[in-house]
């Protein structure tokens, strides 16, 4: 799309929420603006404020914009990388992407397995922590960043426009962080509610995606459509939990069955997509829900991604507080308290996450022990080590909770989960809509104190004040946390699709560089057998297995 000026001209995927609030600002300016379109004011926008527009963008994004005047081409992604943005510098100029798989066909020389990436995602489970791609000589343009490109002097710049928040507000009451939250949570919801064609929600009945079936209910979505995942050989998931928030607001609710059978034909699918591997089962059951909810014509969903990474959900986090607690000092360190902290532990996972959590922050040589048994480590051959954990500073602020949510909402989790997210659902054609990676939220929850997250032994305890005072304290009580769980253990132990089994351990695979395939038939052997719980790691080497036949070696069409 060109501008009114006819000076810039854009290409552009995602969605800018906050589009109609910035066209009444510029035409308030005197700026003519064509059509009602969010591309339109995006372009407007820029040609006014340059690069000063992109912190004024609430949205999910990767765009291209070439400036006639100024004789450069910006490339930009959203602050949180929802939107993947890739590109190849090279001699002949810059070309870009949102997917590689574009840039190999014009570049097929780059279809060459980038080795420290893979090397690192195996032994360290870090899944897109650097800028670049699993492909030899392609990157991405960070998250928050552009990237400017003069193709008369032939150079590229990368500058970051947005970075998390540096202070603490340790003022801040109860009363006053949870009516914040509401204030914040609501709004974000609201307009990314703003469609022409049908908005349903993913649900699991867990604290996350019920307070957005809450808050889009509260917002004037009558009877949302809702889907939610279970699994064909009777395992329900959270069905039960669902079927509780949906009925609170009389909402309809989708099952969606993923299918044992179908499991390895979909990784196939989903790894050519996702243009790499993964280390998450959870991409089957999701990708069996974004198929059905474009079947039943609803192209927009709202989900939670990226509640747990800012407001603590996963169980290292209340550990660290727990630990931080009892390293302190004062009079408020009395044996009932600790009893409390550690029971409120406990009462929220399971005892087992619990105790292996605590494991795994207290004993760092437990940690490695257990790698060496059933992790990467286990799988090298003799004289490989494994490469140091690649990992982007974090701001020294806070305590360790904050600095651990930090890295892992910017860094080592989300991400990944984000990158597959989006893979997915695009692949059905369904635009996915993230209220809690809404920047003026994410700026709040980090500078929300630590007390407010965990609370009383409860995690997320301003959503589930949130989930109370809207009609779901049964959802918003829940001590229960259980993560998107599949059956993948149990796959894994069958005599089912073991093609791609074979060829790993059969040295074929250009994985044996660092893994001694006996070592890995005896991993699998012992998994099946019910010695060892070895799905993670099973489960990601059969990922990117997939990837290299499908993606490198061109084994079946695309």
């Not at 009383?456 to 049964?474: A, D, P, T």
């Not at 073991?498 to 998994?527: M, Y």
Request: glycine letters at 8%.
């Amino acid at each position: 799309m060109h501008s009114t000026s006819r000076r810039t001209c854009i290409v552009f995927n995602g969605e800018i929420y906050n589009y109609v609030e910035l066209r009444a600002e510029l035409i308030n300016a005197g700026v003519v603006i064509a059509g009602g379109s969010d591309t339109g004011v995006l372009l407007e926008a820029i040609e006014i404020w340059d690069l000063g527009a992109f912190q004024r963008l609430n949205g999910m994004w990767a765009f291209a914009v070439w400036d006639s005047m100024r004789r450069r081409m910006i490339l930009c992604r959203d602050r949180f990388g929802v939107k993947p943005l890739y590109y190849r510098m090279g001699d002949d100029g810059l070309a870009f992407a949102s997917e590689p798989k574009a840039l190999l066909a014009m570049y097929p020389q780059n279809r060459r397995i980038a080795r420290d990436v893979l090397f690192d995602f195996l032994a360290n489970n870090d899944l897109l922590v650097s800028n670049n791609s699993f492909y030899e000589g392609i990157q991405m343009v960070p998250p928050g960043h552009c990237a400017i490109y003069e193709p008369d002097r032939h150079t590229l710049r990368i500058e970051r426009y947005w970075d998390y928040p540096l202070g603490i507000d340790e003022s801040m009451s109860a009363e006053q962080a949870v009516g914040e939250f509401q204030s914040l949570f609501e709004d974000s919801v609201r307009i990314r509610l703003r469609s022409d064609v049908p908005v349903g929600l993913t649900l699991s009945g867990g604290l996350d995606s019920s307070a957005i079936l809450a808050s889009s209910s509260a917002a004037g979505l009558a009877r949302p459509t809702c889907f939610t995942s279970t699994f064909g050989d009777g395992e329900l998931g959270e069905l039960n939990w669902a079927q509780r928030a949906s009925a609170v607001v009389g909402a309809k609710l989708t099952q969606v069955p993923a299918f044992r059978e179908q499991w390895m034909s979909v990784l196939r699918d989903v790894v050519w997509h996702m243009d790499g591997p993964g280390y998450s089962p959870a991409v089957f059951p999701l990708w069996c829900l974004m198929k059905r909810a474009r079947a039943e014509g609803v192209p927009v969903i709202l989900e939670g991604q990226g509640a747990d990474e800012a407001l603590a959900g996963y169980p290292q986090y209340s550990v660290l507080s727990l630990l931080e607690f009892l390293r302190g000092r004062g009079p408020a360190r009395t044996p009932s308290a600790i009893w409390s902290r550690i029971s409120g532990l406990h009462g929220t996972f399971s005892f087992r996450w619990a105790i292996a959590w605590l494991i795994r922050e207290t004993s760092p040589s437990m940690l490695q022990w257990h790698r060496s048994r059933v992790g990467f480590n286990s799988l090298m051959r003799e004289g490989i080590r494994p490469p140091m954990p690649t990992r982007k500073p974090v701001m020294p602020q806070g305590d360790s909770v904050r600095q651990r949510l930090l890295q892992e909402h910017s860094s080592s989790i989300l991400p990944g989960l984000l990158h597959y997210g989006d893979a997915v659902s695009m692949a059905h054609s369904i635009e996915t809509r993230q209220p809690y990676m809404d920047y003026r939220l994410v700026e709040w929850m980090f500078r929300l104190p630590t007390r407010f997250k965990i609370r009383n032994g409860e995690s997320k305890w301003v959503l589930r004040e949130y989930l109370r005072s809207h009609g779901m304290r049964v959802i918003g009580d829940r001590r229960d946390k259980q993560g998107y769980s599949t059956p993948i253990a149990k796959w894994l132990a069958s005599d089912e699709n073991r093609d791609v089994e074979r060829g790993l351990v059969s040295g074929a695979s250009p994985l044996t560089e660092w893994i001694d395939p006996k070592k890995l038939a005896r991993l699998f052997q012992r998994h099946r057998s019910g010695a060892l719980a070895a799905d993670h790691q099973l489960y990601k080497l059969i990922s990117t297995q997939t990837w290299i036949n499908r993606c490198i070696d061109q084994r079946e069409p695309a």
